[in-house]
């Protein structure tokens, strides 16, 4: 499990706020993956628990990144979402680069929950 504070240090705008909001309304909700997106269209998508550790961590992206595949969702508009599975927060930093910003956050449901949760637990 990694620790909300290390991903908290990452020099992305917003990112602080978001992820509380995020956390809480996951919290109410009892769910357990948090969606953010970034400035530049990628996303992150943050399995938490209920002692608000990061479960596990995902980049979303619509274009190939410098990594390998971990899942393909494909959006029933057909656009087709890249998915990577991230280890280490500071792989986090080093795909990303800096001056990002977090535009919007939600707590992720329905097909893409559905999705993601059983990709995560194969």
Do not use: C
């Amino acid at each position: 499990m990694m620790n909300l504070n290390d991903l908290l240090n990452l020099e992305i705008k917003g990112l602080r706020e978001a992820v509380n909001m995020g956390v809480s309304e996951a919290s109410l909700l009892g769910a357990e993956l948090l969606g953010l997106t970034l400035d530049n269209g990628v996303g992150l998508v943050l399995r938490v628990t209920p002692d608000e550790k990061i479960r596990q961590l995902l980049v979303v992206s619509q274009t190939q990144l410098p990594r390998e595949v971990f899942a393909v969702f494909v959006r029933p508009d057909g656009i087709k979402l890249l998915i990577y599975k991230i280890e280490e927060i500071k792989e986090l930093g080093e795909l990303l680069g800096s001056g990002r910003e977090v535009i919007y956050v939600e707590v992720i449901k329905g097909d893409l929950e559905d999705f993601l949760l059983e990709a995560l637990d194969r």
